[in-house]
């Protein structure tokens, strides 16, 4: 793998072409059956940044894994209260209720979806849409004015959970205390498609084409880029400023869905304010 991360130590991406260009280098990897792993994306609008759960991303200043931990269980039972008083029950997904930590799974994908603090960090097999974040426009001037990032991960297909009969035994995760984990997990969740829409945040992470990667306890506040296991399986890649507003009008016009609009489903005043209240009640930001 030398070869390659020698490569992409250069490899700038200012267009549409060039996003193509990395995700068939990767392509070509497994085809030729140098790796056996399958590559994940993650856009970040700002380059080198680490990739870090919400939780122990600045503003917050959460300085232990029991605090965070316990902090993102309080934000999942309190996103849950206030969804349902707010919005209403059938917004919410539902779908391992039945499993032993079905329901507080479900509660962490969609709290994370709707920008809720947790442990989780978002990655997708598409790379476009990763693309898509790295590039969306930023509030924020220096955040705009700055390079961007694509992270490509090798990921060892062993972590990954996705109940279906492809994994079997080995792709279910809702057994799992998601409190008190201790191994590396790609999670894919299944999508129950009858009335999906009408669960505003799984269909958010059913347009964004979301996967979740959730770190053992013990680590979970480490940068993931620098934990010794994955590190020569992660590759930075750098979206330089200027040609972020290129990209953003070339995926536009490539496809609807790499849009605001699309990406975020529904958004409103109403909706931010209710997540803002959740985030300054438990976390203080």
């Not at 130590?9 to 267009?15: G, S």
């Not at 890649?237 to 609009?261: G, S």
Request: hydrophobic fraction near 35%.
């Amino acid at each position: 793998m030398t070869g390659i991360r020698k490569e992409l130590e250069t490899f700038i991406i200012q267009n549409l072409d060039d996003a193509r260009k990395l995700h068939t280098i990767f392509c070509d990897l497994s085809s030729k059956g140098f790796v056996l792993n399958t590559v994940h994306y993650r856009g970040e609008q700002k380059y080198r940044w680490d990739i870090k759960p919400g939780i122990f991303r600045p503003p917050l200043k959460v300085d232990s894994v029991e605090l965070g931990k316990q902090l993102e269980k309080d934000a999942i039972l309190e996103f849950e209260r206030v969804v349902k008083e707010e919005i209403g029950e059938n917004v919410l997904r539902e779908i391992y209720n039945k499993n032993e930590f079905g329901r507080e799974w479900d509660l962490l994908f969609q709290a994370q979806h709707a920008g809720v603090k947790t442990t989780l960090t978002d990655w997708s097999m598409n790379n476009l849409t990763a693309l898509y974040f790295a590039t969306e426009k930023s509030e924020k001037e220096e955040i705009e004015k700055s390079c961007a990032q694509l992270w490509c991960f090798l990921m060892p297909n062993e972590i990954h959970k996705n109940v279906d009969l492809s994994n079997g035994i080995n792709g279910i995760f809702h057994h799992l205390d998601p409190f008190a984990i201790d191994k590396y997990m790609m999670i894919d969740p299944s999508t129950y498609l009858n009335g999906y829409k009408e669960r505003l945040f799984e269909y958010r992470w059913f347009k964004q084409r979301g996967k979740f990667l959730i770190s053992p306890n013990s680590s979970c506040n480490i940068p993931f880029n620098e934990v010794a296991e994955f590190k020569d399986l992660i590759y930075r890649i750098r979206i330089p400023a200027e040609c972020k507003p290129i990209i953003r009008k070339e995926l536009e016009e490539f496809d609807r869905r790499y849009t605001r609009e699309e990406m975020y489903i529904e958004e409103s005043e109403e909706a931010k304010r209710m997540i803002d209240k959740i985030n300054d009640k438990i976390f203080g930001v």
